[in-house]
């Protein structure tokens, strides 16, 4: 029997290692991305901006914001269902997915695990609803890879804490309305919660990008800004804070780019489908099929591998080596299908009408950002020789 499908996920029988809510919820998350966000991805990426402040009660709505997070207006989901969501909306866009990642998976995650009770009170019931905005500033200009060198610095002088010094590449911070601001202190480091109008804060918008451009990026420049004590994250006062917080956005990410790719090879499957070459269709070569078929197997690969990440977290075993294992596997999976899907596609592959060459690009950040593939390297390489190499 000849069966064919644009789905590639099929190979595997993905879909029946999932439970009724898990494909229920997944489900409803396609349904959102294809009327809310997929008609207006291209224009968004063209214009090299989002509509945040529109989008964020939308996916709020949606129960995407701090989905696996529990109480304080957070729907409480599985990690498995949370994944399944950033596939969806990865499929569409990275940019999308990065929003829901930097909002829910760093900055409510930092004040919902790192915060006090007031704190968790004050923001997450309208972060979860999307109504106010976050960020999460870690890196810098000359600290990237390597936190630990920030050079920003908060001082202490009485009730107030005094901070100086510029964060880098800072998803939404042009827009956020508070901003979780890691910094170095005499006693290690902290993080701080700053409201946008802060006296001294300030976040100028990132121009120009190649990759990413469906999302908006900014600075955070800290000058003589005072925030009281009652702004500090209370339960953390090393780099551990912001590196658990790094766990739960990588974890989204492992699903997130494999959603990327299957949208590329969808799109590849359709066009060879259709596109005629030398008197036939493009899919009936056998190059054209080698190609296909070698990236779902990738594809299938990789999602299986997220899927056990998926149920390892939700039994609360996931090990942070284990999340670099993942988010090496799919960052370096769907940036490689991406490349090749935009081969199939020929010329036509080279705008913005076809998904793959937008996907690829998008995934040169996604490769970089949230520990670079290079940082996973060293990662693994660390669990398993047991040897520090970073330094
Ligand atoms: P090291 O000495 O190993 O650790 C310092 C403290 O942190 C703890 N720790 C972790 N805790 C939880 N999860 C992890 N993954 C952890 N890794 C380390 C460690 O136990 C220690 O705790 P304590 O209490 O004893 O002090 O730190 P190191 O300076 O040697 O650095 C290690 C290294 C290189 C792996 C780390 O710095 C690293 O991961 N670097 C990459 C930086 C990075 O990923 N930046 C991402 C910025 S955010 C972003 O990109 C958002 S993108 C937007 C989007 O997601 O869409
Ligand atoms: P560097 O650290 O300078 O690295 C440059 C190269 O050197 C890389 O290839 C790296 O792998 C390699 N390298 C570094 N150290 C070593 C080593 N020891 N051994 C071998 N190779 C090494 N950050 C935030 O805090 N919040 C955000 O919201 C955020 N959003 C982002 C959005 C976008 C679109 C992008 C592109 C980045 C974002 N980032 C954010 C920053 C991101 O986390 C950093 O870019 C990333 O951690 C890498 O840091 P860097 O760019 O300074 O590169």
């Not at 600290?143 to 804490?161: L, N």
Request: net charge negative; hydrophobic share 40%.
């Amino acid at each position: 029997m000849t069966v064919s499908t644009t789905d590639p996920l099929t190979l595997s029988s993905f879909d029946g290692l999932l439970d009724d809510e898990e494909r229920m919820l997944r489900d409803a998350v396609t349904d959102f991305a294809h009327s809310e966000l997929a008609p207006h991805v291209q224009s968004w990426f063209d214009a090299g901006t989002l509509p945040a402040k529109e989008l964020g009660p939308k996916f709020g709505e949606l129960g995407a914001l701090g989905m696996h997070l529990e109480g304080y207006g957070c729907p409480g989901a599985s990690a498995v269902s949370y994944g399944l969501a950033c596939m969806e909306i990865e499929a569409v866009d990275s940019g999308l997915r990065s929003f829901v990642s930097v909002q829910g998976s760093l900055a409510m995650f930092a004040i919902h695990h790192w915060g006090s009770e007031e704190q968790k009170e004050k923001y997450l019931p309208g972060m979860a609803a999307g109504t106010t905005l976050g960020c999460f500033g870690l890196t810098e200009p000359d600290a990237g890879s390597d936190p630990a060198s920030m050079k920003t610095r908060a001082t202490r002088e009485g009730d107030e804490w005094i901070l100086n010094g510029t964060k880098m590449w800072i998803t939404n911070s042009p827009v956020a309305d508070v901003a979780v601001v890691w910094a170095r202190t005499e006693d290690g480091y902290a993080g701080f919660i700053v409201e946008k109008g802060t006296p001294g804060f300030s976040a100028p918008e990132i121009h120009k990008k190649l990759s990413l451009r469906a999302s908006i990026t900014g600075e955070i420049v800290l000058d003589n800004c005072r925030v009281p004590d009652s702004q500090r994250l209370p339960k953390v006062s090393s780099l551990r804070g912001p590196l658990t917080c790094l766990n739960e956005a990588r974890y989204g990410i492992i699903w997130g780019a494999l959603g990327a790719a299957r949208d590329c090879i969808t799109t590849a499957l359709e066009y060879t489908n259709t596109r005629q070459v030398f008197g036939k269709s493009l899919s009936s070569f056998q190059l054209s099929q080698a190609k296909l078929a070698d990236m779902s197997v990738e594809l299938n690969k990789g999602v299986l591998l997220a899927l056990q990440l998926g149920r390892l977290k939700d039994q609360h075993k996931l090990e942070p080596h284990q999340v670099s294992v993942g988010k090496l596997n799919s960052t370096r999976t769907a940036i490689a299908i991406a490349r090749e899907c935009r081969t199939l596609l020929g010329a036509s592959g080279i705008t913005l009408e076809y998904s793959p060459l937008r996907h690829a690009n998008n995934l040169e950040s996604v490769l970089t950002y949230e520990g670079t593939a290079e940082m996973h390297q060293l990662i693994i390489g660390k669990a398993l020789t047991g040897e520090e190499a970073f330094r």
